[in-house]
């Protein structure tokens, strides 16, 4: 089964669609794609044949978003914690995925005409080399697409990525680029692997199960959660516009959250910035103080000085991201 996956929707499924974009479309969504193995079990067919069909689910779910105008998706392939399943099912979903990124390497130009590009989130060092390579083949092979995006999140956990921000932060500090005041909610969101992303504004979750299971914890905190009980192998057209129309009953409230938070974050990082500042003046002013006028002005110059050191770290972390992606995929074969 192909990534993209052809085909048009029926009359009644287009003209629902056309109702559907009259309204706010979400840009961004988020799955959790759950319910293979009792998908499995319920048409006794094995369980890998229960994950296979969970990726046709995917490429047929892909061809619906774009279709009702949704250009980014991001999904749960692989959790950290799914290494803890059985050794035959982990080594099934690490074929199943080599396979999958294949295929995607097979399909390059039908990719670049959609001009779909693929990522994959997560700590790629914990899965075996040749699909590390294999999946940096593909990412490289994507990444200058940009019409639509698919993230996908394989041996990911949110924890693990937001421990891994911190870490680069650190990383920042050790080598000079940033000082530790520089650290924010900002720039921690600037560190996580969804950086390039805006933040989900819908999240799906199929099976009944209502938990996030540290998926997107940072990013799904102004986000519209849909929980349903459909089995994810079993997710139709219908499913995805009854969670859009939840999404669009509440965008009002979410949008008015997130404005909220923005407020709040450019508050907070002026007020760290006159704290430095405050500082600084203390030290080099002979403990004399300094007058508004020259306070506001040595703020302001404070915030063009942070935002240069921001963007060179930023930078340096992008370059040593893609150095390490790129040197993986010179060695696939
Ligand atoms: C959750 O159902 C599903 C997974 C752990 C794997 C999801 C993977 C795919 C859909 C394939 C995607 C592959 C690529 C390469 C993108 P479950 O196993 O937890 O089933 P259960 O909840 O019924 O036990
Ligand atoms: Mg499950």
Redesign the pocket.
């Known amino acids: 089964m192909s990534w993209i996956r052809e085909g048009e929707l029926n009359l009644i499924e287009r003209l629902s669609a056309n109702i559907l974009k009259a309204g706010p479309v979400p840009k961004h969504v988020a799955f959790i ?7 499995a079990r319920k048409k006794h067919v094995d369980r890998q044949e229960g ?1 296979s069909q ?2 046709n689910k ?1 490429a047929e779910t892909l061809r619906w978003c774009l279709q009702l105008d949704i250009p980014e998706v991001t ?1 749960y ?3 950290i914690e ?1 290494f803890n399943r059985s050794r035959e099912e982990v080594d099934g ?1 690490m074929e ?2 080599k396979l ?2 294949l295929r995607l390497l097979d399909e390059r130009e039908k990719l670049e005409k959609h001009g779909v590009c693929i990522r994959v989130l997560g700590d790629l060092t914990l899965l075996p080399l040749d699909l590390q390579q294999l999946i940096a083949k593909a990412v490289v092979a994507t990444r200058e697409h940009n019409r639509c995006f698919l993230n ?1 999140c394989f041996a990911y956990t949110s924890r693990h990525e937001m421990a891994n921000a911190v870490r680069e932060m650190a990383w920042g500090v050790e080598q000079g680029l940033i000082k530790a005041s520089d650290v924010s909610e900002a720039l921690l969101s600037e560190c996580l692997y969804s950086s390039n992303s805006p933040n989900p504004d819908l999240l799906i979750r199929t ?1 009944g199960e209502v938990r996030l299971s540290d998926f997107l914890l940072w990013q799904t905190s102004h986000s519209c959660l849909v929980f349903q009980s459909v ?2 192998p079993e997710y139709s057209f219908w499913n995805l516009c009854d969670a859009v129309i939840q999404y669009q009953c509440n965008h009002a409230s979410i949008t008015k959250a997130r404005e909220l938070h923005q407020d709040e974050q450019r508050r907070q990082q002026l007020e760290a910035d006159h704290a430095c500042v405050a500082e600084l003046l203390h030290h080099h002013g002979n403990g004399k103080p300094a007058d508004a006028p020259r306070r506001q002005e040595a703020v302001t110059e404070y915030g063009v000085r942070r935002e240069a050191r921001v963007k060179d770290f930023l930078d340096a972390l992008r370059n040593k991201r893609d150095s390490f992606l790129t040197e993986l995929a010179s060695q696939a074969t």
């Open positions: 794609m759950d319910g293979n193995r009792r998908f994950h969970g990726f995917l999904v392939a692989f959790s799914n979903l199943l995925a999958k990124f996908v099976s089995l994810w």
